[in-house]
């Protein structure tokens, strides 16, 4: 007697799609093919996983115990074993201190998190989709290739997560106003669209470099009534637009909250970012569990700040699962030509928390670069610092060209056009999908690429070809 492959995907628990995969990889003892029909023995066991033979190594550490971490991590002063805490003058300090307070009590109500939870599903359009890359994953090989559609959050990327956290927050504190500093300018399209949600004023510095890679971007956030400030010192990028938001923020703490755009910055900013970002983790293992009947072997994700990263991670810290953030290589790996902070940065204190941070022999802060605006900066969140060095998390590096051609790959094979950012996650699934003779990666596609096609066209018009 045989089964079908629908009869044998409700015995196993898994879905057609896996169990199709299973027979053209030749897997299942007895497996018959008439046609295009696969016949699969009635008593054939469901293939077994073949996790531990593959290059998907997964490194659990024994030493922390990774079903109370997110209790534990970080600690009441916001540490990370020896990263993050607040390096702030006392001024902003009594501010920090508000801002925490309120966070463990306000957040937390019940109150809080209802209306949260309505913003997420009827104004964000939350949850977000898991979408298997069935072309591209049979374009490389057999590896199969998932995203987390973050790009589909409403304004087109994850930071809308933790902006209405943030800003909602902002209106229970008594705030009129918000701050922010943006990259890419996802993260400033996400707090003027927050702004204008909650009736609040808004103030984004951005580079000049990144306003004129950017333009779709700047014109969103004047469109929802935001003031964008070019900032116009040193590299004109991502590090110097958080100078200027702070130093100006600082001048109006009464009446402003500053809208951090990653899980960096002083404690409490990385532990409440990630506490807002974790819907996507949360929402992608259920997905994934559902979509295929297991875990994925990899969940990748690209590192600017982390917080798209950590947002996924959080939630598979405690599985058998491969973790991996990809950092920005740009043009190589001198310095001032990439902004891989794990890589090549060193233990230091940039924008009042401690991590790795890219500097020179005398310590000084090196230039950060990458083709995507949103990853150019020389440090990292503290908690990407940690989960790297106790290895949970593994770091590795794609340059411009890979994000590159990973950009026109989905473009071309799936009709979807990822941001740059994204498109570095997306990279490294590309050169694990050549060199693997099986496994599932889920990447998380933190957002959409509209901002970059000018861009992209302009100074890479190769890519039309
Ligand atoms: C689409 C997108 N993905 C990723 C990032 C990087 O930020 P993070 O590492 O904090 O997720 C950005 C930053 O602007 C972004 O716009």
Not at 23 to 47: D, F, H, T, V, W
Request: glycine share 10%; with cysteine; hydrophobic share 35%.
């Amino acid at each position: 007697m045989y089964l079908t492959v629908k009869q044998a995907a409700e015995k196993w628990g898994i879905n057609e799609r896996r169990v199709r995969l299973l027979c053209q990889e030749n897997r299942i003892e007895g497996l018959k093919k008439e046609g295009k029909k696969y016949m699969i023995p009635e008593n054939a066991s469901k293939p077994s996983d073949l996790r531990g033979k593959r290059v998907l190594k997964t490194n659990i550490n024994k030493k922390i115990d990774f079903s109370t971490y997110r209790k534990n991590y970080p600690d009441i002063n916001g540490y990370f074993g020896k990263y993050g805490g607040s390096f702030v003058d006392p001024k902003l300090q009594k501010c920090m201190t508000e801002i925490y307070n309120a966070y463990l009590t306000i957040c937390k109500s019940s109150k809080f998190i209802n209306e949260l939870r309505e913003i997420r599903h009827h104004f964000q359009g939350r949850p977000t989709p898991i979408y298997h890359c069935e072309r591209l994953s049979n374009y490389l090989g057999k590896v199969q290739i998932y995203l987390k559609r973050e790009d589909l959050n409403h304004m087109g990327a994850h930071k809308l997560n933790h902006c209405m956290g943030e800003a909602l927050l902002a209106k229970y504190m008594g705030k009129t106003k918000l701050i922010a500093e943006t990259g890419a300018g996802s993260h400033g399209t996400a707090v003027a669209t927050a702004a204008a949600y909650f009736g609040l004023k808004c103030d984004i510095y951005m580079g000049e470099v990144d306003m004129e890679k950017q333009a779709p971007n700047v014109a969103r956030m004047r469109i929802l009534g935001a003031r964008v400030i070019p900032v116009k010192f040193g590299t004109r990028t991502l590090k110097e637009a958080v100078d200027a938001a702070f130093e100006n923020y600082v001048k109006e703490t009464k009446d402003a909250f500053y809208c951090i755009g990653s899980v960096v910055g002083p404690h409490p900013y990385p532990l409440m970012v990630r506490e807002f970002q974790e819907i996507i983790g949360r929402e992608a293992r259920e997905q994934f569990k559902e979509m295929t009947g297991e875990l994925p072997d990899c969940v990748c994700a690209c590192v600017g700040g982390g917080c798209n990263s950590i947002g996924i991670f959080e939630a598979f810290l405690n599985d058998p699962v491969k973790l991996v953030g990809v950092e920005p290589m740009g043009k190589g790996k001198a310095p001032g030509e990439n902004a891989a902070s794990i890589t090549f940065g060193k233990e230091a204190i940039l924008h009042g928390f401690k991590s790795k941070v890219l500097v020179n022999e005398k310590g000084e802060v090196c230039d950060a670069y990458s083709i995507a605006s949103g990853l150019d900066y020389p440090s990292v969140g503290p908690e990407h610092a940690f989960l790297h060095d106790i290895g949970r998390v593994e770091y590795e590096s794609v340059t411009d060209e890979e994000a590159l051609e990973a950009f026109k790959l989905l473009c071309r094979l799936e009709g979807i056009i990822p941001a740059l950012e994204s498109a570095h996650a997306l990279a490294y699934a590309i050169r694990v999908a050549r060199t693997c003779h099986s496994g599932s990666i889920l990447v998380n596609l933190s957002g959409r690429g509209d901002k970059d096609v000018d861009h992209v066209i302009k100074k890479y018009p190769q890519i039309l070809e």
